[in-house]
């Protein structure tokens, strides 16, 4: 073949080739958005402080275990082995425990995120009004996670004046965010001391006092006198026992919650939004529920409901120790109209508990016989929360 | 077309001849290979311009002059022959298939190659080793099949999932895949289903494969560049061919059977097992109590003595739930196919029909497909092909594909209590299930039902076109798209929807894959011994997948099963994601009179998926080859007929990482409040590179005594570089890791494959064929100089990585465990080695020790054919060693019922500890803490629960006859087989599982079964 006529085929190629090469391989996710731009305008950071809320909803914190396993942990109760959970918390073996741990400061992350850049100024459609809102909210958030770490990775400031308790820090404190990649690898956050935590913990709670209102947007959501309320434990645990007082007080005039007297003490479990609560976390949408599985109603009841104890429900993996039922007064009663009759004691309706005048005596009742683990006397105090869809039962 | 032509021919030869005839002579062409007449081959008188081309019969009259005494008999890619006619009248001649033209073709990279300048390591299957094998997927017959290719299914759902690995496992996070190419059409091979397994793979017809040729080393697959670093299989599927249409019939029908039944402990063995679980744990009223834990406690218990409680125990009934559960499906398989076409154009058309259902009901596999070849020469310089795959499937889902669901059968059907019944007396279904399963998994499997469809289309349509002639332009388009429908209906009558009056879900997902390829080649031939050639190449490459989800709750009625009479949608989802690659690549090769063989290739590939500073890559290998058999000194051996050298050395990619895996990103997350919530998902990665697989690959094909021993050893030097692993960051700053091109693996290895002729003597042969593997995979390198991932000390320097389960799981690593020793005599509990060699009943973290992996480091395959005039048996085995694996079901069975109320093996059972002084690895039985004795670790902790997974299974086992072709001529048929086949008839393994053979937990997961086929294949 002629010279030329390879020249001319091989550039030919090569423009072909080259010229494609050049070709944009740009592609862009389209649920997703890149950081830098998300959280430049309300409705996006309004999101962003929405995810903040969420987290507290994961079984590691709210979800479950910090009333699930914090029971377990303790001597309030025993495992029914029904499902196998709780066995390892039960027996106090080593590393099973609390693991909130990734989710609260993934939590905290979002919320420094959150507070820098709102800090940077410049949110398109947010007034005075609304930068406000949101550190308080914010920062309420923040303090409250901080404290449920602080809690659970350190010893509690009262207790440290114990003979033989030697103060061993804190918990890692960041206050800044991290989005970037250099910060999320090279930033090694030391331990704070107990007393920093509690003060950082303390401030950011007088902050959401000062930024909030008292009603702030409902219970679910954080509100000055959900700050207050938080404040008040917290310095109840630092043993600042006049600021409790003061902080309770305060959280007690305010219009969130509302004390329930004897009589009505055991409805108000029942209701979806407890009249007390002055801060509540909300499992609004089924699929938001942690399941069957390791929601808290499962692991307090097999029940799924009362009005027909008979029905499968949960796994019913905990339940209380006999000190609590002689605290009150609770022993299996039937209550079947004749015991005699063809599968009356079978009936997982003809049984309920005798209870002393404890009205918190209510939170208890027999569950069933669905699992064959025997029909055991059970808290119910979670049995109204909107966190039991069912997923599919496993092991 | 071919017909008018051929007789055009011969009446132009009639004419020819027709003053000239003397003497007239018949006969007939017929090939050796096959014995079937050759239609259109040319008879000559030689030193004559007379001659004929035969006819539809290969029958041929001539008019043969006087003097004349000799034919000239030629056909396209047959061996000419001269035949003398002497004194006959009627000359029949049969010729040869020519070696040298019809030399074996290997497809490699973006074109073909004889066999004899391959100078990479590349594997080769032929399409008629896996033909008639009930198996939905080629993958899953590939298995044994070559060196290096290690197969192993994943569970026996009928079209699910493949593990396949080529040469190791050589990344971590990344994809272990390999890069699937049909004609051209790199296919995407993700599964995507969400009630069962869909393998994508199962789209084609094994039927209509004719060839399978895997990629091995680097430098072969460098070409492929940043998607070949696993290997690349590439199938050719069947083209036309130019000649009468060849039709062909082919089914088979047979049945799925079970493998195995666990045998587990009967209602009084049970019982006895448990009161003594609970004797051993110093209960009181053990008898009552293990009545209870069966749900069997009669109601006046306390009236009853022990003794009488005893005997209500003893004589508890036994139900087989896994011989009602699991038992023998049907299976049938029908095709039709024809081939044909002229010199100009040619076709392949098949459709075909098949159906099999698990020993699971209602689980199964239906499909139909079609498919469409067509070559097609415009003029000399333009020819354009299209090859077009339609497929449509429906699966029937089973309850999960795995897991410890209590109403998975797979799961349930061993281990619930055997004192329950299936049915009440009236035939109803038993609804009052004793133990913690308290289901009726049989109820639940008749009501509830799930469907999973999968349409795929895979085309193809290409134009190739002579610039002169020896360059060629080619222009080829594909499409890969597969759309995935699928929808599950948990029945209101079943535990897990009577609590939501039934739950519907739903999902679509549609994933469209566009490639485009535009190559040049040019060769050229100097002083008729350098042979030179040249292929330039642009590749670009666009995948988009969405798909839509919903899910409902609150039904009318079990009759109401779709999502529009749910009462509360539960929710709606949907997705989007997509990526693009593009790359320019160039191929040179050069050889001396084929003695010598150089080749070197570049590919320079990017890829959204990576970071910005890192989205291209280069990809270079180069190899070497050296055919000693042209050599003088071997030319004519008669013992070494064939030896080559080869050697190379290439670098290829491996692109399996998320598609926005390098970007920072917000996403939809975190809903509160019935508000919309986002959160950041990922950090920007702008460093975020391609894994990189370089191999120094050294290999010898041999052929000996005139090639009835050929055969070929490689011995490779894999490395992982730039290997991606996720470093931790400290959760402190709000993220669990971020991945970095920081470690490096490596396997390393030795295949050897070898065939042989062992016998073929006249009408009886014995063939064999036989490869074995094996390879040594480890971690050389990790980052910060760690030893081992602080997230999984499994991963650690000089361990095995293991093999990850399904595309998009890490490697699980190797068992880092503490060593288990069995129990102590004296007591009965579970004792376990601490690091100083002491025994322990709670070892600590520091205890642990390495023992092995699942990935097998020795495996292959067996084939065995003999013939016998018509008969043929075929006999193929596979085998693996050295896995060590855990069986998530056995697990579960392994607690021998001390946990949780599940039945147990009789096999673990009978070895529990029951008195001092018994030696064995199964603890004494307790109930109390869970059956878990007080200070000490599980009884399943540790190593107790590794197992061997080694074994050698008779995989498939072929009888056939062929019928003659003479018989079957009158008949009009021109080919005729019966045959008689069975897959997984034997295996031979000590396991205590279903089957050694599974991919990931191993709970919940329908094992392989064996399948037994009756078949027939007519030509006609």
Not at chain 1, 80 to 97: D, K, L, M
Request: with cysteine; glycine share 10%.
């Amino acid at each position: 073949m002629k010279i030329r006529n390879w020249i001319y085929i091989l550039s030919a190629s090569v423009l072909l080739s080259g010229g494609l090469v050049s070709c944009s391989l740009d592609v862009d996710p389209r649920q997703s958005i890149d950081a830098d731009i998300a959280l430049d305008t309300q409705e996006g950071v309004n999101a962003a402080i929405n995810s903040v809320y969420a987290r507290l909803r994961a079984q590691a914190n709210y979800g479950r275990d910090l009333l699930g396993v914090s029971d377990a942990l303790a001597d309030v109760g025993r495992t029914t082995n029904n499902s196998g959970r709780f066995i390892g918390e039960n027996n106090n073996q080593p590393n099973a425990h609390f693991g909130h741990w990734a989710n609260s400061y993934f939590a905290i992350n979002e919320a420094n995120i959150l507070l820098d850049r709102i800090a940077a100024g410049n949110i398109q459609g947010a007034n005075q009004g609304t930068l406000d809102r949101w550190e308080g909210e914010l920062k309420f958030l923040r303090a409250l996670y901080y404290f449920d770490l602080v809690k659970a990775y350190s010893y509690i400031p009262t207790a440290i004046h114990l003979p033989g308790v030697v103060d061993e820090g804190g918990i890692p404190m960041p206050l800044e965010g991290s989005i970037t990649s250099d910060v999320a690898v090279n930033r090694l956050t030391p331990r704070s001391t107990i007393d920093e935590n509690y003060d950082q913990i303390m401030s950011d709670l007088n902050d959401a006092i000062r930024l909030l209102t008292p009603g702030g947007r409902g219970v679910q959501f954080a509100s000055g006198n959900a700050a207050q309320a938080l404040l008040a434990r917290v310095a109840l645990y630092r043993g600042e026992y006049q600021t409790a007082v003061e902080a309770a007080t305060g959280a007690l005039a305010g219009p969130v919650g509302t004390v329930l007297n004897a009589n009505n003490y055991a409805a108000g479990w029942r209701t979806a939004v407890h009249p007390e609560s002055v801060f509540e976390v909300r499992f609004q949408l089924s699929e938001e529920a942690l399941g069957v599985n390791v929601s808290k109603q499962s692991s307090f009841t097999v029940l799924l409901n009362l009005e027909n104890k008979n029905a499968q429900g949960g796994w019913g993996d905990f339940i209380p120790q006999q000190k609590i039922l002689d605290l009150f007064g609770l022993e299996q009663l039937f209550i079947g109209p004749d015991p005699d009759a063809e599968g009356a004691l079978a009936n997982n309706n003809n049984w309920d508990v005798t209870r002393n005048e404890d009205v918190r005596a209510f939170q208890y009742t027999t569950g069933n016989t669905v699992r064959n683990a025997g029909r055991q006397i059970e808290s119910i105090k979670f049995l109204a929360k909107n966190d039991f869809p069912w997923v599919i039962t496993r092991l | 077309m071919k017909k008018v032509l051929l007789i055009g021919v011969a009446l132009l030869f009639c004419t020819l001849t027709a003053w000239a005839q003397n003497r007239v002579v018949t006969g007939i062409v017929i090939s050796s290979e096959d014995m079937l007449p050759i239609p259109g081959a040319s008879v000559i008188v030689k030193g004559t311009q007379i001659g004929t081309a035969t006819d539809l019969d290969g029958a041929f009259t001539l008019n043969v002059p006087e003097g004349s005494n000799v034919l000239q008999v030629s056909f396209i890619g047959m061996t000419s022959r001269e035949v003398t006619i002497g004194n006959r009248s009627k000359v029949d001649v049969t010729l040869d298939p020519d070696v040298e033209t019809m030399e074996e073709v290997i497809v490699t990279g973006y074109g073909v190659q004889r066999k004899r300048e391959v100078t990479g390591a590349v594997s080769s299957v032929k399409g008629e080793l896996i033909e008639n094998l009930p198996m939905q997927s080629f993958d899953r017959a590939l298995q044994g099949r070559a060196a290096g290719v290690q197969v192993r299914s994943a569970n026996g759902l009928p079209g699910g999932a493949v593990n396949i690995r080529i040469r190791g496992v050589g990344s971590v996070t990344a994809g272990n895949e390999p890069l699937f190419i049909v004609d051209g059409v790199q296919l995407n091979n993700t599964d995507n289903a969400s009630f069962t397994q869909a393998n994508p793979l199962a789209f084609l017809n094994n039927n209509d494969i004719e060839s399978i040729e895997i990629l091995k080393d680097a430098a072969s697959a460098a070409i492929y560049g940043s998607q070949a670093a696993n290997g690349v299989v590439i199938i050719t599927t069947k083209k036309g061919k130019a000649g009468k249409a060849q039709f062909e019939f082919n089914a088979f029908v047979g049945e799925t059977q079970p493998m195995r039944f666990l045998d587990v402990l009967s209602g009084p063995e049970w019982f006895n097992m448990r009161r003594q679980a609970h004797i051993n744990s110093g209960m009181t009223i053990p008898e009552a109590r293990s009545l209870n834990d069966m749900g069997a406690l009669p109601a006046n218990w306390q009236e009853l003595s022990p003794e009488q409680l005893l005997q209500i125990g003893n004589e508890l009934p036994t139900f087989d739930w896994q011989r009602e559960l699991i038992g023998r499906g049907q299976l049938q398989n029908y095709e039709l196919s024809v081939r044909g076409g002229d010199d100009r154009t040619t076709f392949a058309l098949s459709g075909s029909y098949n159906y099999q259902e698990s020993t699971f009901r209602p689980v199964d596999f239906e499909r139909g497909t079609f498919r469409a070849s067509i070559q097609h020469k415009a003029n000399e310089r333009l020819s354009l092909e299209t090859n077009i795959n339609l497929s449509t499937v429906q699966q029937q889902t089973p309850f999960a594909v795995d897991g410890a669901f209590l109403g998975n059968p797979a799961f349930s059907a061993s281990a619930i209590l055997p004192h329950n019944p299936i049915f009440n007396d009236d035939g109803s279904f038993n609804e009052v299930i004793g133990g913690v399963l308290g289901q009726n998994i049989a109820l639940v499997n008749a009501f509830n039902t799930g469907l999973q469809r999968t349409n795929t289309v895979i085309g193809n349509i290409a134009a190739n076109y002579k610039l002169a002639d020896n360059i060629t332009f080619r222009s080829f388009y594909s499409i890969d798209y597969r759309f995935l429908q699928g929808e599950q209906f948990r029945d209101p009558r079943t535990p897990d929807g009577a609590g939501v009056q039934g739950r519907a879900s739903a999902q679509t997902d549609w994933r469209t894959r566009f490639l485009t390829t535009q190559t040049v080649n040019w060769n050229k031939t100097y002083n008729g011994v350098h042979n030179v050639s040249a292929q330039l190449g642009y590749e670009f490459v666009s995948e988009t997948r969405e798909g839509l989800s919903g899910e409902g709750i609150g039904f009318p009625t079990f009759q109401f099963r779709t999502i529009q009479s749910a009462a509360t949608p539960e929710f709606v989802t949907s997705f989007w994601t997509g990526y693009r690659r593009q790359g320019s690549f160039v191929n040179a090769r050069y050889n001396y009179r084929e003695k010598y063989l150089f080749t070197a290739t570049a590919r320079f590939d990017g890829s959204s998926r990576f970071g910005a500073n890192t989205q291209y890559g280069l990809f270079p290998s180069v190899q070497a080859g050296w055919n000693l058999d042209r050599e003088g000194f071997l030319e004519g051996n008669e013992r070494i007929s064939a030896l080559k050298l080869r050697a190379s050395w290439g670098r290829a990619g491996n692109d399996q990482i998320g598609n926005f895996a390098a970007r920072g990103l917000f996403g939809g997350a975190g809903n509160y409040s019935g508000q919309a919530g986002i959160r950041p998902t990922s950090l920007a990665n702008l460093d975020l590179g391609w894994e990189i697989n370089e191999t120094v690959n050294l290999g010898i094909d041999y052929g000996f005594f005139g090639n009835r021993v050929t055969g070929s050893i490689d011995l490779f030097n894999q490395r992982t570089l730039d290997l991606l692993l996720n470093q931790p960051v400290l959760w402190t700053n709000g993220f669990g890791s971020i991945a970095g091109n920081v470690g490096e693996l490596r396997n390393r290895g030795i295949e050897f494959e070898v065939s042989t002729v062992n016998v073929d003597r006249g009408n009886f042969s014995w063939r064999s064929s036989f490869n074995f593997t094996v390879i040594q995979n480890e971690i050389v390198r990790l980052f910060d100089d760690l030893q081992f991932l602080p997230s999984n000390p499994g991963i650690a320097v000089g361990q095995p990585v293991g093999n990850p389960a399904f595309p998009g799981a890490p490697a699980p690593g190797s068992f880092f465990v503490a060593e288990y020793i069995g129990v102590n005599p004296a007591t009965g509990r579970p004792m376990w080695l601490d690091r100083f060699g002491n025994r322990t009943y709670l070892p600590i973290a520091d205890d642990r020790v390495y023992l092995g992996s699942n990935l097998a480091p020795m495996f292959g395959g067996l084939n065995n054919t003999f013939t016998f005039k018509g008969f043929e048996l075929t006999a193929f085995f596979t085998y693996e060693m050295g896995a060590v694996v855990t069986d998530g079901q056995y697990n579960f069975l392994r607690e021998n019922g001390t946990r949780l109320t599940l039945n147990a093996l009789r096999s673990v059972n009978d070895r529990a500890w029951t008195q001092p002084g018994d030696l064995t690895d199964i603890p004494r039985n307790i109930t109390a803490n869970g059956g878990q004795e007080v200070r000490s670790q599980g009884r399943n902790f540790g190593s107790a629960t590794l197992l061997n997974a080694d074994f050698i299974r008779l995989a498939q086992l072929t009888f056939a006859y062929n019928f003659k072709p003479s018989t079957l001529r009158g008949i009009g048929l021109t080919r005729a087989r019966v045959f008689a086949q069975g897959v997984n008839l034997l295996t031979i393994a000590d396991f205590p599982g279903y089957d050694p053979e599974f991919v990931g937990a191993g709970t919940g997961q329908l094992p392989l079964t064996r399948n037994v086929t009756l078949g027939v294949q007519i030509g006609f």
